[in-house]
């Protein structure tokens, strides 16, 4: 199975592509699309849905985790995940991938066995359950890692009794 997990968001959007074989993880590809602030609203929403589609036909994604939004103080930033959550998931539909969410809490609670985890602790947990050597970078993308991680082990009954 090939998962492609997102971080959504309007500046930077995280990529994580993990293939799944045999109860294995296997890290593919994270990157990070960042759009121009000099770009309309609309124009970085497109390199945003293309972006995405581009990596869902690159990897072959069978389905899209995406970290659900998180309802901040700051209103005018909300609004603006959401839509880069919106064409990350029409990026998916006109796919036909299906779209799973997660919420940062479950996100963490599955990775790192703590809802309240520190970002540190989040990202610890991607590489050791990746077995790589360093974080990934940028930040978006180890996240985005996370998310396709916790849909894997949220699905996985044997992954988690080891």
């Not at 592509?17 to 993880?25: A, M, N, P």
């Not at 919420?103 to 066995?113: D, E, F, Q």
């Amino acid at each position: 199975m090939i998962i492609l997990g997102i971080d959504p968001g309007t500046a930077e959007t995280g990529l994580g592509v993990i293939e799944v074989v045999d109860g294995k993880i296997k890290l593919l590809h994270h990157a990070c699309i960042k759009t121009k602030i000099a770009d309309t609203k609309p124009a970085r929403l497109e390199f945003i849905f293309e972006e995405v589609g581009k990596t869902v036909d690159q990897f072959g994604a069978e389905i899209l985790a995406i970290e659900q939004l998180f309802f901040n103080t700051n209103a005018k930033s909300s609004s603006a995940v959401g839509q880069a959550m919106g064409a990350v998931m029409l990026a998916a539909a006109k796919r036909k991938i299906p779209v799973v969410e997660y919420s940062p809490l479950a996100i963490k609670k599955n990775l790192t066995g703590y809802g309240w985890a520190k970002k540190p602790q989040l990202q610890a947990a991607v590489r050791k359950i990746l077995k790589i050597r360093k974080i990934p970078r940028p930040q978006h993308a180890a996240d985005a890692l996370a998310v396709a991680i916790c849909h894997y082990l949220c699905h996985d009954q044997a992954f988690r009794s080891k």
